[in-house]
């Protein structure tokens, strides 16, 4: 029988050094104190602490399975004592995303973003985690697509039998709270014609049609929605499984090679580039942005991310590359040229699809200066 192992990303926005920027290293520190001791305890194999923006992210690798409570909770223990010490540095947005008190099993509803994903090791099991700040789940809408249907981005759809049969997309509809699968290459328009409306379509989990072996999984929580209201942009990650019948890891990358537009960047109000960096450009800076997102290679196998002789997880900070310098590059160029827009559409987000707004509160105040105007 193949080994059962699963992979879980769970992330929150806990407070912000300096707005909305980056997570300090003191609570980076303790996601590092506290995932050690779980590891030391034995509930988790590997872990790794870092960060996208202002949102500390936990990657982990166990064998207890998707959606456990142990594992949840041990996440959400950990984001609590880091708002505890945001709140003694005055940090900003201290627990932002801690939405509920009361723990009842399961992040999923309670703010933090969590992506997993069970699988049976293969022979040798790379994977990428993207995380990404200032952005929405939709925003890996379009390199999904390209990299599981677009045969132009992935040679392997077109030249290696293992990936005959196509994939099959989840796409969850987030204001209905309904979700469908649908098969390319033959629904490939369908999809399309679903998950171009990002913010409201968003790819969830992706199969390989022939044997349905799970290939990624994307957090799809949607904290406006939780709350009632806004309390920031739900900044999204997502795994990918790689190689040997799937994607090569180069054919994950490649869309990230020119950067493209999502929803989200300053106030969760506009359209912006989003940016591949490093580990070391994981912040958010100008106008809040331009978005961002970093990723993480590495091989998952025996239950656990490999490692070096010391027990470190052999992580491989894949954006960190001059590869990616003209996507960067881009990305500046277009923010500049949205920014030069200011609050006009397209540079802002139309009014319904806007999360943090005053807008109304500016509606509310004109109410009673309105006045009918002659047909
Ligand atoms: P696999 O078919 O072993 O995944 O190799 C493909 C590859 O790595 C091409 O870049
Ligand atoms: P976050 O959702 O990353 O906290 O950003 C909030 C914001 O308003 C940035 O301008
Ligand atoms: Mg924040
Ligand atoms: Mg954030």
New binding site residues.
Partial sequence: MPEKTTVSVIKC?IGSLAG?HTVPKPLLDIGEKCLKKAQKSGLINSYYVFNA???LEFLMVHKKGENNPDIHKLAWDTFLEAVEKAKSLKLY?AG?DILRTAFSGNVRGMGPGVAEMEIEERGSDPFVVFAA??TEPGAFNYPMFKIFADPSNTAGLVIDPGMAGGFKFEVLDVMENKKVVLKCPEEMYDLIALIGTPGRYVVSRVWRARDDLICAATSTTRLSLIAGKYV??D?PVSIVRAQHGLPALGEILVPFMHTYFVEGW???SHWGPLMPVGLKDSKCTAF?GPPRIVALGFQVGHGKIASDDNGDPLISDLFDDPAFDLARREAVEYAVALRRMGEFEPARLSAETME?TTLPKVLEKLKDKFVGAES
Avoid: F, N, W
Wanted: overall charge negative.
């Fill in positions: 926005d909305h923006g202002d949102d947005g932002q700040d200032k920031g942009k900044d300053m106030r969760g809040d943090y």
